[in-house]
Each structure stands twice: as C-alpha cells, then as structure tokens.
C-alpha cells in the first residue's frame, strides 16, 4: 500500500529559502504540487533556486524578506498573495545564531538573534496567520479556510547547548510561540506546529564536521551521525498536507535521538 500526499492548488511561503533547511522544504513542497514563493534577502540565490523548481516541473515565484523589518514582512506576504494566490502553507525557517559564551554575548549580539529567530518568526506568522483568519471568517476571498503553519524551531530549544545558550532561548521562545497561535488560532482551521531539527549538515556548516571539534561533537551523538536535510522531508509533508488537521500545537524533534 502506498500513500501520496498531494499539495496541488496550495500555495506555500517558504522563508530563510536561499540556501540549506529551507531550499530544500522548498524543492519538497513544490515536487508535491504546491505553488512555493522563495523569500529572503539573497536573490541570486532564490532566482537560480526558481529556476530548478521550474526545469522540474514546479510552480515557484521569489520575493525580498528580511524579517527583521516589519515593512518587508507585510510587503513581501502581500506580494506573495499578489503573485500566487492566498498563501495556505507557511515554512517559518528564517534563523541565525553566534557561537559565544553567555559572558561575552554583547546587546548586539543577543538582538541579532532574537530579531531573526524569535521577533522576526513571529510577525511573518502573524502576517500570514491575520490572512489566514480573515479567510476562515470570511471577510477575505479564498477557497482554502485554515492553513498550516511550521515554525521551524531546534532541539537546541529542547535542549541547552553550551556556547549557544542565546540561540537555545531564542528557539525555546519559538517553541512556546507555536503553542500559543495553535491555541489561538485553531478553532479556525489554522494548524501551527513546529519541527525541532537536530544537527543537519548543510552548505553552512558542513566543512565542520571535518573538523577535530566537529569530529568530537558526532562521536557524542546517540547514532554517530548528522542528519541531512532531505531527512525532513516526511516530517514536513505530514504537518502540511491537508490530512493532518488534527495535529496542531505540536513540537516534534527530528533529532536522531539526541535530546532525550
């Protein structure tokens, strides 16, 4: 017996999609028949990424986020509406993150990341989730009422990691941000939940784990391995298919088992 979700005539935001988790959530959505908008600030990166979503077949259109400037957000959610329709799929995966000692974690250095990770998470998914409601009441057109959002938090917001702790709390907040909209917003179809990777090897730290200390940290993971990123794959497809509407306000680690 096989199962396929299909995501045909749903359209997906896909934020923080010029390079590692969120290229591929993108390259996922789409190859499943969703409509995908590319944002975030490298648009070189977004346009070549449009371009492989489109010689495989898929519908993608890119637009300019920094989700640390409310005015982008409300523009570039209002541009992806404009270009692709009402958006019913939100991948909330803009993040950053410093290796520091608390002690040496600078105002700077501590709004850096929570601006992106925590602040700049939340309004994008307001922006879209007002959208959203407005549908499920009726007072905006749309023939999809509901959504699915997906915060895309971390174990490191599970669990607390040394010289990320800021990281760690800004992730934790997303955690509990994620709880309070599927509280919020769920009697209106709108399902918020939040997948909280573990160590996935990508473009940006992939010449880590060569590394002696990277070496170090995967002798100390439960199986000796990172992940990669399609291993999310299904994860994200369960949480954004149309099937999944009982599953809401949930945090699920996709860690290899390293948080337990």
Known sequence: MSYN????????????????????????????GAGVVLAGRRMDRLKALRAEIQADGG????????????????AAVAHAETEMGTL????????????????DITPEDYDYMFDTNTKGAFFVAQEVGKRMLARAKGSAPGTFTGGRIVNIASMAGLKVL?????????KAAVIHMTRSMA??????????????????????????????????????????????????????MMLCANESHFINGAVIQADDGFAL
Request: proline letters at 2%; hydrophobic letters at 40%; aromatic letters at 4%.
């Open 5 to 32: 979700i299909d995501l045909a005539g749903r359209v997906a935001l896909v934020t923080g999609a010029s390079s590692g988790l969120g290229t591929q959530f993108a390259k996922t959505l789409a190859k499943a």
């Open 59 to 74: 519908d993608a259109h890119v637009v300019t986020l920094d989700v640390t400037d409310h005015d982008s957000i409300k």
């Open 88 to 103: 019913d799929i939100l991948i909330n995966n803009s993040g950053v993150s410093t290796t520091q000692k608390l002690t």
């Open 162 to 170: 040394g010289q990320i702790g800021v990281y760690c709390m800004s």
């Open 183 to 236: 509280l919020e917003w769920g009697k209106y179809g709108i399902n918020v939940n939040a997948i909280c990777p573990g160590y996935i090897d990508t473009e940006i730290n992939h010449h880590h784990w060569q590394t002696e200390q990277g070496k170090k940290l995967v002798a100390m993971l439960p199986r000796k391995r990172v992940g990669q990123p399609q291993d999310l794959d299904a994860l994200l």
